[in-house]
């Protein structure tokens, strides 16, 4: 298993963008496919973005397409989100997660290592 801590969440305007971290620890963090997901209040977790353990590849929701962008830095071991034109349905609590193996879709249950999440809540 690798240790995730995730890390710049907050309150942003609707419109503005805020950078998510995630910091990973115990184990060769390029191994692993990093991806974010998000969890509203009364909703269900959901996917939002993964990379693949290179950087070379990256899968998107369609709800964030266009809007946010997930990179990697293999030597900081570090995973980011970036998030722009933040709507307020993008309100959530953000958790980062990590695999072994690239899928062509993303499920919950594939993950076996998750942080703590972080808040992100934008006002309308």
């Known amino acids: 298993q690798v240790q995730l801590v995730e890390s710049g969440g907050g309150l942003v305007q609707a419109g503005g963008s805020a950078r998510l971290s995630c910091a990973a620890s115990?184990?060769?963090?390029?191994?692993?496919?990093m991806a974010w997901f998000r969890q509203a209040p009364g909703k269900e977790r959901e996917f939002v973005a993964a990379?693949?353990?290179?950087?070379?590849?990256?899968n998107y929701a369609d709800s964030v397409k266009g809007r946010f962008t997930i990179s990697r830095d293999n030597v900081k071991n570090t995973v980011y989100l970036q998030m722009n034109s933040l709507k307020f349905e993008d309100t959530a609590v953000y958790y980062c997660a990590a695999k072994r193996t690239w899928t062509l879709t993303f499920s919950m249950t594939d993950f076996g290592s998750w942080g703590q999440g972080t808040q992100v809540t934008v006002s309308s």
């Open positions: 115990g184990r060769t963090f390029s191994n692993y496919v």
């Open positions: 990379i693949s353990g290179s950087g070379a590849g990256t």
